[in-house]
């Protein structure tokens, strides 16, 4: 009998669908890396989020190892090349949750143009200011998606409904589809109002919204970042936000989280752009949930579990 080892808890289908495949599963949510090490060799398979990452020590301690399945949209805490090597079959879930991370990109932006956050804020302090308040209406808007993945389709489809021009940039050709224009980056940079970030984590977004990216757009913009947090440069941002060169911004992820996504600082030094980011009222943040929906954790849960259905194990 196969066994799989499950390193995070997900929706309970996942194990189950697993042993009625035949499989055999073991769960150890709590041990560090290096106690692993000594039982890794006896598993077919190892599921996880983004506890740690699986680099060449950890794949060559797992000499039976047969696939890892990552419950979440990218491979990046992998060293998937050498997995490869190995004849180890990779596997990720991004049409488990990419629903639901277009539509949390959708509602940081229609908060973001309505003031919703600020104004709720000031209204639990008894504060009642309308014209402070006013906002900004979607129609006639031109939205740039960068990186158009699954995530990025699912954004656009959301936007659909609006009377809007959406346009995206993506490094792969022939992407665009019904519900979205490509278009070169430099033709994005000169029409976008509103700019949303969609891209894996990878050398080519590594630190991609720095001050050089920033000032190429001939428009002021907003900003919007469901993707990773080191996509974005926080003290770019910041000197932006600051110049109005970026109107507001709405993050779901920061480049300060820790591999896992769980945490985000170990002590209470926090960083002078960060400080920026919790005290403005045109800042929108939450922490890594854009594609953290009750129905996407069955989904994912379900996604991986069909993958490895089709491996035949």
């Known amino acids: 009998m196969k066994k799989v080892l499950l390193l995070d808890e997900n929706h309970p289908l996942l194990q189950k669908g697993l042993e009625h495949l035949g499989f055999h599963c073991d769960t150890d949510y709590s041990c560090n890396k290096k106690e692993l090490f000594h039982k890794l060799h006896n598993y077919d398979g190892i599921v996880i989020r983004s506890r740690f990452k699986i680099d060449k020590q950890f794949i060559d301690t797992a000499t039976n190892l047969q696939f890892i399945a990552r419950v979440g949209a990218g491979l990046e805490s992998i060293d998937t090349d050498y997995a490869k090597k190995k004849n180890i079959h990779l596997i990720a ?39 402070a308040n006013r906002g900004i209406e979607l129609d006639g808007k031109t939205i740039g998606i960068i990186g158009y993945g699954n995530m990025g389709k699912a954004f656009a489809k959301k936007l659909s409904g609006f009377d809007i021009k959406i346009i995206c940039y993506d490094i792969k050709k022939n992407v665009g ?20 970030i969609h891209t894996p984590q990878n050398e080519l977004s590594y630190k991609m919204v720095n001050s050089k990216f920033i000032q190429s757009f001939k428009k002021s ?44 600082f170990e002590n209470k030094n926090l960083p002078k752009a960060f400080d920026y980011l919790i005290h403005a009222d045109n800042i929108l943040l939450t922490p890594h949930i854009a594609g953290w929906t009750v129905e996407s954790k069955r989904k994912l849960a379900q996604t991986i579990l069909n993958k490895i259905k089709l491996l035949n194990f």
């Not at 940081?108 to 302090?125: C, T, V, W, Y």
């Not at 224009?181 to 994005?188: A, D, F």
């Open 93 to 131: 879930a991004p049409e488990g949750n990419r629903n639901a991370v277009g539509e949390h990109t959708l509602g940081m932006l229609l908060s973001l143009f309505n003031k919703l956050n600020k104004a709720d804020r000031e209204i639990r302090k008894g504060i009642w200011l309308r014209e």
């Open 177 to 196: 589809d019904q519900n979205c224009q490509q278009v070169s980056l430099k033709q994005l940079q000169k029409e976008a109002d509103v700019v949303s």
């Open 221 to 264: 913009f907003f900003l919007l970042n469901t993707a990773r947090g080191t996509a974005v440069v926080t003290d770019d941002l910041v000197k932006a936000l600051k110049s109005r060169k970026i109107l507001g911004a709405g993050l779901d992820v920061l480049e300060y989280e820790k591999i896992s996504f769980e945490n985000l």
